[in-house]
Protein backbone atom coordinates (compact mmCIF):
# COMPACT_ATOMS: atom_id res chain seq x y z
CA UNK A 1 0.00 0.00 0.00
CA UNK A 2 0.93 3.72 -0.61
CA UNK A 3 2.33 5.87 2.21
CA UNK A 4 -0.42 7.69 3.76
CA UNK A 5 0.13 11.72 3.58
CA UNK A 6 -1.81 13.37 5.54
CA UNK A 7 -1.53 17.22 5.23
CA UNK A 8 -2.13 19.87 8.08
CA UNK A 9 -3.06 23.04 6.10
CA UNK A 10 -3.27 26.49 8.05
CA UNK A 11 -3.46 24.54 11.23
CA UNK A 12 -0.17 25.33 12.95
CA UNK A 13 -1.35 24.09 16.31
CA UNK A 14 -2.63 21.32 15.59
CA UNK A 15 1.12 20.39 13.09
CA UNK A 16 2.68 21.43 16.93
CA UNK A 17 0.96 19.00 18.67
CA UNK A 18 1.42 15.91 16.21
CA UNK A 19 5.38 17.34 16.19
CA UNK A 20 6.19 17.65 20.22
CA UNK A 21 4.51 14.24 20.58
CA UNK A 22 6.43 12.49 17.92
CA UNK A 23 4.02 9.69 17.46
CA UNK A 24 4.57 6.37 15.93
CA UNK A 25 2.04 7.19 12.76
CA UNK A 26 1.28 5.14 10.11
CA UNK A 27 1.06 8.24 8.05
CA UNK A 28 3.75 11.22 7.03
CA UNK A 29 2.69 14.60 8.57
CA UNK A 30 3.27 17.86 6.52
CA UNK A 31 2.32 21.50 7.48
CA UNK A 32 0.97 23.53 4.49
CA UNK A 33 0.14 27.31 4.54
CA UNK A 34 -0.38 28.46 1.28
CA UNK A 35 -2.65 27.64 -1.14
CA UNK A 36 -0.04 27.06 -4.10
CA UNK A 37 2.51 24.75 -2.15
CA UNK A 38 -1.12 22.60 -1.02
CA UNK A 39 -1.80 22.26 -4.80
CA UNK A 40 2.28 21.34 -6.06
CA UNK A 41 2.44 18.81 -3.26
CA UNK A 42 -1.30 16.94 -4.14
CA UNK A 43 -0.23 16.95 -7.30
CA UNK A 44 2.16 14.49 -7.05
CA UNK A 45 0.36 11.95 -4.22
CA UNK A 46 -2.37 9.55 -4.48
CA UNK A 47 -2.95 8.41 -0.88
CA UNK A 48 -3.59 11.62 0.97
CA UNK A 49 -6.04 13.69 3.72
CA UNK A 50 -5.95 17.29 4.29
CA UNK A 51 -6.84 18.30 7.60
CA UNK A 52 -7.80 21.74 8.72
CA UNK A 53 -10.23 23.67 10.78
CA UNK A 54 -12.31 24.96 8.62
CA UNK A 55 -14.13 23.80 5.34
CA UNK A 56 -11.99 25.16 2.21
CA UNK A 57 -14.36 24.99 -0.90
CA UNK A 58 -11.74 24.46 -3.46
CA UNK A 59 -9.85 21.41 -1.76
CA UNK A 60 -10.98 17.53 -2.17
CA UNK A 61 -9.88 14.58 0.20
CA UNK A 62 -10.36 17.60 3.18
CA UNK A 63 -10.95 16.22 6.87
CA UNK A 64 -12.43 19.19 9.12
CA UNK A 65 -11.40 19.02 12.57
CA UNK A 66 -13.79 21.92 14.33
CA UNK A 67 -15.22 19.84 16.98
CA UNK A 68 -12.65 20.46 19.57
CA UNK A 69 -11.16 19.49 22.20
CA UNK A 70 -10.20 16.18 21.20
CA UNK A 71 -8.13 13.27 23.34
CA UNK A 72 -5.52 12.15 20.47
CA UNK A 73 -5.71 8.50 19.79
CA UNK A 74 -9.49 9.58 19.06
CA UNK A 75 -8.25 12.27 16.24
CA UNK A 76 -5.44 9.38 15.38
CA UNK A 77 -8.48 6.81 15.06
CA UNK A 78 -10.54 9.50 12.94
CA UNK A 79 -7.92 9.95 10.65
CA UNK A 80 -7.19 6.50 10.02
CA UNK A 81 -10.72 5.75 9.14
CA UNK A 82 -11.24 8.70 6.64
CA UNK A 83 -7.75 6.73 5.31
CA UNK A 84 -9.93 3.59 5.08
CA UNK A 85 -13.01 5.62 3.61
CA UNK A 86 -10.97 6.60 0.83
CA UNK A 87 -9.31 3.43 0.13
CA UNK A 88 -12.68 1.83 -0.01
CA UNK A 89 -14.11 4.73 -2.73
CA UNK A 90 -11.03 3.80 -4.60
CA UNK A 91 -11.61 0.23 -4.50
CA UNK A 92 -14.98 0.52 -5.62
CA UNK A 93 -14.60 1.74 -9.10
CA UNK A 94 -13.42 -0.35 -11.91
CA UNK A 95 -12.33 0.97 -15.35
CA UNK A 96 -13.14 -0.79 -18.28
CA UNK A 97 -12.69 0.22 -21.95
CA UNK A 98 -13.14 4.50 -21.39
CA UNK A 99 -15.77 3.63 -18.93
CA UNK A 100 -15.47 4.01 -15.09
CA UNK A 101 -17.85 0.92 -13.15
CA UNK A 102 -19.08 2.22 -9.39
CA UNK A 103 -19.62 -0.64 -7.92
CA UNK A 104 -20.81 1.11 -4.92
CA UNK A 105 -23.74 3.06 -6.72
CA UNK A 106 -23.71 0.34 -9.67
CA UNK A 107 -23.24 2.95 -12.11
CA UNK A 108 -21.16 3.16 -15.47
CA UNK A 109 -20.26 6.27 -16.59
CA UNK A 110 -18.21 8.44 -19.38
CA UNK A 111 -17.93 11.82 -20.38
CA UNK A 112 -20.75 13.03 -17.56
CA UNK A 113 -23.10 10.34 -19.25
CA UNK A 114 -24.18 7.65 -17.14
CA UNK A 115 -26.64 4.99 -16.39
CA UNK A 116 -27.97 2.59 -13.85
CA UNK A 117 -27.10 -0.86 -13.72
CA UNK A 118 -27.94 -4.23 -12.13
CA UNK A 119 -26.14 -6.43 -10.00
CA UNK A 120 -26.09 -9.06 -12.67
CA UNK A 121 -25.10 -6.31 -15.58
CA UNK A 122 -22.22 -5.67 -13.19
CA UNK A 123 -21.54 -8.75 -12.31
CA UNK A 124 -21.45 -9.54 -16.28
CA UNK A 125 -19.32 -6.54 -17.39
CA UNK A 126 -16.82 -7.20 -15.14
CA UNK A 127 -16.51 -11.26 -15.35
CA UNK A 128 -16.14 -10.65 -18.83
CA UNK A 129 -13.59 -7.40 -18.78
CA UNK A 130 -11.36 -9.80 -16.68
CA UNK A 131 -11.65 -12.72 -19.12
CA UNK A 132 -8.61 -12.27 -21.85
CA UNK A 133 -10.86 -14.08 -24.75
CA UNK A 134 -13.97 -14.65 -25.19
CA UNK A 135 -16.55 -16.57 -22.57
CA UNK A 136 -18.99 -18.98 -23.41
CA UNK A 137 -22.91 -18.99 -22.91
CA UNK A 138 -22.31 -21.99 -20.25
CA UNK A 139 -19.41 -20.48 -18.44
CA UNK A 140 -21.24 -16.93 -17.74
CA UNK A 141 -24.63 -19.23 -16.73
CA UNK A 142 -22.24 -20.83 -14.45
CA UNK A 143 -20.07 -18.14 -12.88
CA UNK A 144 -22.33 -15.30 -13.27
CA UNK A 145 -25.83 -17.26 -12.67
CA UNK A 146 -24.85 -19.79 -10.76
CA UNK A 147 -26.78 -22.46 -13.18
CA UNK A 148 -24.97 -25.79 -13.20
CA UNK A 149 -27.73 -27.59 -15.32
CA UNK A 150 -27.62 -28.24 -18.25
CA UNK A 151 -31.30 -27.46 -19.46
CA UNK A 152 -31.31 -25.15 -22.05
CA UNK A 153 -31.89 -21.68 -21.27
CA UNK A 154 -31.79 -18.23 -22.83
CA UNK A 155 -30.81 -16.07 -19.68
CA UNK A 156 -27.54 -15.30 -20.36
CA UNK A 157 -27.85 -14.15 -24.23
CA UNK A 158 -31.25 -11.89 -23.00
CA UNK A 159 -29.39 -10.61 -20.05
CA UNK A 160 -27.04 -9.72 -22.74
CA UNK A 161 -29.35 -8.21 -25.13
CA UNK A 162 -30.73 -6.52 -22.66
CA UNK A 163 -27.60 -4.32 -21.76
CA UNK A 164 -26.19 -4.25 -24.89
CA UNK A 165 -29.39 -2.12 -25.81
CA UNK A 166 -28.54 0.02 -22.48
CA UNK A 167 -25.39 0.81 -23.31
CA UNK A 168 -25.95 1.59 -27.25
CA UNK A 169 -29.37 4.01 -26.25
CA UNK A 170 -26.92 5.77 -23.56
CA UNK A 171 -23.50 5.73 -24.50
CA UNK A 172 -23.94 4.97 -28.89
CA UNK A 173 -21.62 2.49 -28.25
CA UNK A 174 -22.61 -0.64 -30.07
CA UNK A 175 -18.83 -2.52 -29.76
CA UNK A 176 -18.84 -2.70 -25.96
CA UNK A 177 -19.54 -6.30 -25.74
CA UNK A 178 -19.01 -8.08 -29.03
CA UNK A 179 -20.62 -11.46 -30.15
CA UNK A 180 -18.67 -14.40 -31.28
CA UNK A 181 -19.82 -17.29 -32.44
CA UNK A 182 -18.92 -19.16 -29.42
CA UNK A 183 -19.66 -16.60 -26.68
CA UNK A 184 -19.19 -13.09 -25.49
CA UNK A 185 -16.18 -10.68 -25.23
CA UNK A 186 -15.17 -7.20 -24.07
CA UNK A 187 -11.84 -6.55 -25.88
Not at 147 to 159: A, G, L, N, Q
Not at 166 to 179: A, E, R, V, W, Y
Request: glycine content about 2%.
Amino acid sequence: MSTQNLIIYKFTVLYHIFEELGLDLNFSVTFIDNENLLNKKVRNLNNYIIISNKKYSAIDNQFVLDNLPINIFKLVEKINIEFLKKQFNSQSEVKVKNYTIDLNSREMLTNNIKIKLTEKEIDTITYLSKANNTVSIDELQEKVWGYHSDIETHTVETHIYRLRKKILNTFNDKDFIISEKNGYQIK
